[in-house]
């Protein structure tokens, strides 16, 4: 009689932007201080550092709570895409990638943080920056949060035809990113009857939303509620 090993459980979060103006440490801190998990998966925009991030005492705290979990992944996005050649590395117990992939029963799981799922200028890195210092200017200034103004009135939404595109034909069971700040979760079953699935974490600046795995497979989007 084979016994399966028991899978971990696992916590995704993404957009965190860890440094700007309206980022919500306090409730993060909440967050990964009141439930046990065996992993942190980070999905991306973590530390914004295509802002002029301001590191507070808070963000000290934070980054503290993240580096006590027992295995913590750290998927680059395009805040922090100044990440991006420690992919493959580990630092300070934190293992850098740019995206992640592992199986827990029996389906296959697929994280990214999504920005490559996206076309437009967000690939274009040195217009990017001026923008997103502007951006920072205008919301320490003006106490605006610019950020959530953009997401809410664009509704941006990843390739839907890249991701189903991307399911069917890796093998892949189920699609977790982040980067659209949009919380919302995808079932359908493809032409083969095997059920796929798309999450998209949200964010830390509006939303306060996040992702749960548990042993068995079951995947939960909730928002925080303190």
Known sequence: MTHRTKAPRRLIISDLHIG??????????KLLESEEFDELI????????IKAPLFTLQCAALINVISKFKTVKYIVGNHDI???KWCGTTVCG??????????????TFYVSHGDLYKRGIIHFRFIMKLISIFQDFIERMFNINV???????????????KIKNFLNTTNTDVFIMGH???????????????????????????????????HDGQIRLCKFDP
Request: charge should be negative; glycine fraction near 2%; charged fraction near 20%.
């Open 20 to 29: 700007s103006r309206f980022y919500a440490s306090d409730k993060l801190i």
């Open 42 to 49: 980070l999905a991306g925009d973590i530390i914004d550092l």
């Open 82 to 84: 100044s990440f991006e």
């Open 94 to 107: 934190i293992k850098f990638m740019r995206d992640y992939r592992f199986t827990c029963n029996d389906r």
């Open 147 to 161: 950020l959530t103004f953009y997401h809410n009135y664009f509704k941006q939404s990843p390739s839907v035809f």
């Open 180 to 214: 659209t700040h949009f919380p919302e979760v995808v079932v359908w079953i493809n032409e083969d009857l095997h059920i796929k699935t798309y999450v998209n974490t949200g964010d830390w600046i509006t939303h306060m939303t996040y992702v749960t795995i548990d």
